[in-house]
């Protein structure tokens, strides 16, 4: 980012206000200080992670409002959105995308062979893509312009609001969103309208459960305040998700997510400690993300992100 943006960023957010959230699941205003963590673009601003005293759901609280938290994407080259790939961890994060969108719609299939799919974020549409080329009908979603636009250039039918979608469909996709929606209930409300009886709503979360998230705290570049609002494990997922008729199905591992989430958190680490050499942060990294990766492979609910497979059946 240019100074004269980085002045305007900083302008903007020295207005801001922040709003303090009820729990999500339960509804409870007890909440417990967790963690303090850095905003990794602009280290010298620090959010408090809360805990539900009630029902042990993470989240940012004081959060920035849902009109004003687009400055924080501003903030960087919010990595989904980029168009090319600079560093080492953008072209690794590149590498494991398509990876992970052959893998995502083998899961799919399995399930439902063919039919009708909504991505909701579907960022530059690559995982639309993937679908389409497997005869799937695709229907996308995704508020950041810039981001709609690459995925406009691939012909893919974005809409512009959820209520668009004129029909029901077999599979509602929200890989890596709902960790950024203010709106929680309402996108899921929405969403138990849009999906068929028996349909599949699938999500990919991190998870702050994982070896990974224990070993770097604060650090875990997954609680990356304040974009990301919840920090939920698979118990709160299935406390919230039935509250909506949605019955989690299975949860599935990421295979590269914990070494990328590593070689990030190292990253943060060292620029917080601003001493340990980086070589021992980077192996430090791969210890840390072999080992989390091995212990999902035997549980997939301590993966660093998790694939969470939920149908809904409307009673
Ligand atoms: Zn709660």
Redesign the pocket.
């Given at each position: 980012m240019n100074p004269k943006d980085e002045k305007v960023v900083m302008e903007k957010k020295s207005s801001l206000t922040s709003e303090t959230p009820a729990?999500l699941?339960?509804?409870?205003e007890s909440k417990i200080p967790f963690l303090t963590v850095p905003n990794r673009f602009s280290l010298s601003e620090q959010f408090t992670v809360v805990k539900?005293a009630?029902?042990?759901?993470v989240y940012l609280s004081p959060r920035p409002s849902e009109d004003e938290i687009a400055v924080y994407y501003k903030d960087e080259n919010y990595q989904p959105h980029q168009e090319q790939a600079k560093t080492l961890t953008e072209r690794l994060y590149r590498f494991i995308r398509i990876f992970n969108n052959r893998y995502k719609r083998r899961l799919i299939e399995k399930l439902v062979p063919r039919g009708k799919i909504l991505d909701y974020g579907c960022g530059t549409g690559e995982f639309l893509v993937e679908m389409r080329n497997s005869k799937w009908e695709t229907y996308g979603f995704e508020p950041s312009e810039k981001a709609a636009e690459i995925a406009k250039s691939y012909d893919l039918n974005l809409l512009t609001q959820f209520a668009d979608l004129d029909q029901k469909v077999d599979v509602i996709t929200l890989w890596h969103v709902l960790e950024h929606i203010h709106s929680t209930e309402d996108l899921l409300e929405k969403i138990t309208i849009k999906l068929a009886q028996n349909g599949f709503l699938i999500l990919a979360l991190p998870n702050r459960e994982s070896y990974d998230a224990r070993s770097y705290g604060r650090n875990w570049v997954a609680y990356d305040a304040p974009r990301h609002l919840y920090h939920f494990t698979p118990s709160d997922m299935e406390n919230l998700l039935k509250q909506y008729n949605l019955k989690i199905l299975s949860v599935h591992r990421l295979m590269f997510d914990a070494w990328y989430n590593c070689l990030l958190s190292a990253q943060l680490e060292y620029q917080q400690a601003g001493k340990r050499h980086m070589v021992t942060g980077i192996l430090k990294a791969g210890v840390v993300a072999a080992i989390s990766s091995i212990v999902s492979m035997l549980n997939a609910r301590k993966s660093s992100s998790i694939i969470y497979i939920a149908v809904f059946i409307n009673q």
């Amino acid at each position: 980012m240019n100074p004269k943006d980085e002045k305007v960023v900083m302008e903007k957010k020295s207005s801001l206000t922040s709003e303090t959230p009820a729990c999500l699941i339960c509804g409870s205003e007890s909440k417990i200080p967790f963690l303090t963590v850095p905003n990794r673009f602009s280290l010298s601003e620090q959010f408090t992670v809360v805990k539900c005293a009630d029902c042990g759901l993470v989240y940012l609280s004081p959060r920035p409002s849902e009109d004003e938290i687009a400055v924080y994407y501003k903030d960087e080259n919010y990595q989904p959105h980029q168009e090319q790939a600079k560093t080492l961890t953008e072209r690794l994060y590149r590498f494991i995308r398509i990876f992970n969108n052959r893998y995502k719609r083998r899961l799919i299939e399995k399930l439902v062979p063919r039919g009708k799919i909504l991505d909701y974020g579907c960022g530059t549409g690559e995982f639309l893509v993937e679908m389409r080329n497997s005869k799937w009908e695709t229907y996308g979603f995704e508020p950041s312009e810039k981001a709609a636009e690459i995925a406009k250039s691939y012909d893919l039918n974005l809409l512009t609001q959820f209520a668009d979608l004129d029909q029901k469909v077999d599979v509602i996709t929200l890989w890596h969103v709902l960790e950024h929606i203010h709106s929680t209930e309402d996108l899921l409300e929405k969403i138990t309208i849009k999906l068929a009886q028996n349909g599949f709503l699938i999500l990919a979360l991190p998870n702050r459960e994982s070896y990974d998230a224990r070993s770097y705290g604060r650090n875990w570049v997954a609680y990356d305040a304040p974009r990301h609002l919840y920090h939920f494990t698979p118990s709160d997922m299935e406390n919230l998700l039935k509250q909506y008729n949605l019955k989690i199905l299975s949860v599935h591992r990421l295979m590269f997510d914990a070494w990328y989430n590593c070689l990030l958190s190292a990253q943060l680490e060292y620029q917080q400690a601003g001493k340990r050499h980086m070589v021992t942060g980077i192996l430090k990294a791969g210890v840390v993300a072999a080992i989390s990766s091995i212990v999902s492979m035997l549980n997939a609910r301590k993966s660093s992100s998790i694939i969470y497979i939920a149908v809904f059946i409307n009673q």
